[in-house]
């Protein structure tokens, strides 16, 4: 079974930075993608970033590019998402998923999730 740990969330002031984590245990981390998603309260998990296995192939939401980056240390297990430059609009719980096959931006056809980490951004 595949267990998807996010860490590193918490409060920042807006224009500043940080950067989650997401630890992997299991096979499925080698042979897929994963992927970061967010959830604002009441509202449906929205796409922010996805990387392929290999992490040469990444894509990310348009209101996160230029702010956000999205990697992977299969070497560690570990996926990761650098936030620059955050918003009180970028306040929400971000989830780590994982899946068996390429990038996708779509929640439905993720596999495994974690348990998410509220990052919170005052104005």
Avoid: H
Wanted: hydrophobic fraction near 35%.
């Amino acid at each position: 079974q595949v267990q998807l740990v996010e860490s590193g969330g918490g409060l920042v002031q807006a224009g500043g930075s940080l950067k989650l984590s997401c630890a992997v245990s299991g096979d499925t981390f080698r042979s897929g993608a994963m992927g970061w998603f967010r959830q604002f309260p009441g509202k449906e998990r929205e796409f922010v970033a996805t990387i392929s296995r290999s992490g040469i192939s990444t894509y990310s939401a348009d209101s996160v590019k230029g702010r956000f980056t999205i990697s992977r240390d299969n070497a560690k297990n570990t996926m990761y998402l650098q936030m620059n430059s955050l918003k009180p609009e970028d306040t929400a719980v971000y989830y780590c998923a994982a899946r068996a096959g390429g990038i996708m931006t779509t929640a439905g056809v993720y596999d495994y999730w974690g348990q998410g980490t509220q990052v919170t951004v005052s104005s």
